[in-house]
């Protein structure tokens, strides 16, 4: 449904997005994850025809946003990161505004705000001031902005930042909920929020796409082994390592930084795609070993975006 290729931005001679290649299914929702400063915003502005690349091209459904613009910008809503409101407006009036300017007909204008209103959950707020409204609900009326014109595509950058916790699933709920009917997209560099709501993560870093797909096949792609940690007592950790680097699919045995830990803390770790607790058990069974602690530790989201950002700051 979206094409992304060579997608390119300099300002001036920094290069803020580089050759970046992308394509969106029909219904799917997107994660673009990545630290502050990696190009996120960038390039969602200019998939919303915000401003144009400096090379590459955009492409939606038959559409090029070169030949074609206000074509693709009436199938997209788009909710910045900083949504500018009319804060001494009623949430009514400031949604009836939009829906003239989105060219609602007058017949069909209370039926939308209703269904908006129930979708966002405004109706206890529909008659306040925007200008009294936290930050949740200013969010809440950003994304009914948003969708007035039930556009196919919905870009989202950094919907739930500066949000609390509570608000953070209200949004995260949301968003899922419109996922349901829509294409979406939306920046964020919260790991949690990518995981729990998103199709597909894409990981961006210094302009560039570093990592592509589910958070199963990020794992996969990063060889994001399994740790098992053991606490035992009664053992040295030469034994400990001769024992266990028998078994195969273990490539490492490393002593724990525990303090004030008077048993023996180790840390196997194995390859991926192995899962050894039976067989490290039926080891330590034929020892005179106390198991103290024994848990597994699967390659985690955090890990890898972690390893493929890991560089310095960029300016967004």
């Known amino acids: ?56 091209g955009i492409r939606v459904k038959d559409y090029s946003m070169d030949e074609n613009p206000l074509e693709i910008k009436q199938m997209i809503g788009y909710l910045p990161e900083s949504a500018a409101f009319y804060k001494d407006m009623l949430v009514y009036d400031y949604l009836t505004f939009v829906a003239k300017i989105r060219g609602i007909p007058p017949g069909d204008r209370i039926n939308r705000l209703r269904e908006l209103s129930d979708l966002c959950g405004l109706n206890e707020i529909m008659h306040k001031a925007i200008g009294e409204l936290s930050k949740g609900l200013n969010q809440r009326v950003g994304l009914a902005h948003a969708m007035m014109n039930d556009p196919e595509i919905l870009i989202l950058d950094e919907p739930t930042q500066g949000l609390d916790p509570n608000q953070i699933v209200e949004i995260r709920n949301l968003i899922k909920k419109i996922g349901e009917e829509k294409t979406v997209i939306f920046s964020t560099h919260i790991l949690s929020e990518a995981e729990a709501t998103c199709d597909r993560i894409v990981i961006i870093n210094r302009g560039k796409i570093v990592a592509d797909g589910t958070t199963e096949m990020l794992k996969q792609n990063a060889g994001a082994g399994t740790l098992l940690h053991l606490s035992l007592r009664h053992a040295e950790l030469e034994d400990v390592r001769l024992k266990l680097k028998t078994i195969d699919g273990v490539d490492a045995v ?34 005179d070993w106390i198991i103290v602690d024994f848990h597994q530790e699967t390659g985690t989201l955090e890990t890898i975006f972690r390893d493929l950002t890991n560089v310095g700051q960029r300016v967004n």
């Open 1 to 56: 449904m979206i094409y992304v290729e060579n997608l390119t931005k300099y300002y001036h001679d920094f290069c803020a997005v580089d050759h970046l290649n992308l394509e969106v299914s029909k219904g799917e929702v997107l994660g673009l994850l990545g630290p502050n400063g990696a190009g996120k915003t960038t390039t969602l502005k200019m998939m919303t025809g915000f401003f144009p690349p400096t090379k590459g």
């Open 254 to 287: 490393r002593k724990a930084a525990v303090e004030n830990d008077s048993d023996l803390s180790v840390t196997v770790v194995c390859r991926t795609g192995h899962d050894l607790r039976e067989a490290v058990y039926q080891k330590i069974k034929t020892t």
